[in-house]
């Protein structure tokens, strides 16, 4: 077994054309030098040295390949201590954090904005349940933003905050003047823009059947802003969860109607989901509340 020692030289030689001035850098004794490499030889079983009198030293290839691992290694080894354990409450390493697609452009600009940890590495991945999900089982993510529906029990939740159906439209139409809150029944026979991505379009259709309604689908897409658009347009209403930092205009720069749905639209969640029982890293905690902050404040 090759000692941290046994990397740290081996990584330091090629650097050097004399043994005099590598042991001088590692603060070792020449010949102490020449016992070690000697020994990691015996190890590797070939010779990685080639050590001549008056003619200094040079490596072989397999000395050129193992001084590339051992430094390898040995700045693998310099990131992980430097990771763990964070016994000097400064915060470091890589955060995987997946994002549901329609909630992306309102999590995640205002959760990138402010993480005041510069050794924390941020990686985002957006994408539907059925892409995050296996993803956070299978240690591709530490963490994901979702919406609180349909979620398997094996996952732990922390709420980000609380939400519930509401209904866009385009202002000219006959129900974005009504005052009132609206209500399932007023819309079964409106043109529906669904947003088309489970458990989203399940949820839609659960809101109606409830009530014993069909809704009235003329268009099924898999993009929020594309909903917006289309509704702008004047070519349907749509449902979405309400959500913090949402303009009221389409992506064209149309303006666009939110009305109150009235029961049954059942209150909602945005949640942090980890998978159960795993304990969160520091660094993870901190980006979940700082995310639950930075929601709570674009209202």
């Known amino acids: 077994m090759y000692s941290m ?3 740290e030289i081996m990584a330091e030689l090629p650097g050097h054309t004399t043994l005099g001035s590598a042991a001088s850098e ?12 000697t020994a990691i030889e015996r190890q590797a079983g070939e010779s990685l040295c080639l050590r001549r009198k008056a003619h200094g030293f040079s490596l ?38 997946g994002c549901f697609a329609s909630l992306s452009p309102h999590l ?15 990686e985002v991945r957006v994408g539907t349940h ?13 963490v994901a933003f979702v919406y609180d529906l349909s979620l398997p029990a094996d996952l732990d939740k922390q709420e980000i905050y609380r939400t519930e159906m509401h209904v866009v439209l385009h202002p000219e139409h006959r129900l974005a003047k ?22 989203s379009t399940d949820h839609q259709m659960q809101l109606f059947a409830s009530q014993g309604l069909t809704p009235k689908i003329v268009a099924a897409v898999p993009q929020m802003i594309l909903v917006s658009a289309m509704v702008g347009r004047g070519l349907g209403y749509g449902l979405l969860m309400r959500r913090p930092n949402n303009a009221e205009v389409s992506v064209e720069g149309r303006p666009l109607a939110f009305r109150d749905l009235k029961a049954p639209n059942y209150p909602n969640a945005v949640v942090a989901i980890t998978p159960r029982g795993v304990r969160i890293p520091a660094r993870v905690q901190a980006l979940i509340e700082h995310c639950a902050c930075a929601m709570a404040e674009s209202w």
């Open 26 to 37: 590692l603060r070792i004794s020449e010949s102490a030098l020449s016992q070690a490499i």
């Open 60 to 97: 072989t290839a397999s000395g050129h390949h193992f001084a590339q691992m051992a430094r390898k290694i040995l700045v693998d080894v310099g990131e992980l201590s430097a990771t763990f354990p964070q016994s000097d409450g400064k915060l470091r390493g890589p955060v995987r954090f």
């Open 5 to 7: 020692r046994h990397l």
């Open 108 to 122: 995640i600009p205002a959760t990138l904005e402010g993480f005041k940890h510069p050794d924390v590495q941020l």
């Open 178 to 199: 009504l005052k009132r809150p609206l209500e399932l029944a007023d819309l079964a026979e409106e043109p529906l823009i669904m947003y088309e991505s489970e458990p």
């Open 130 to 142: 059925a892409e995050l999900l296996p993803a956070l089982r299978n240690g591709e993510l530490d």
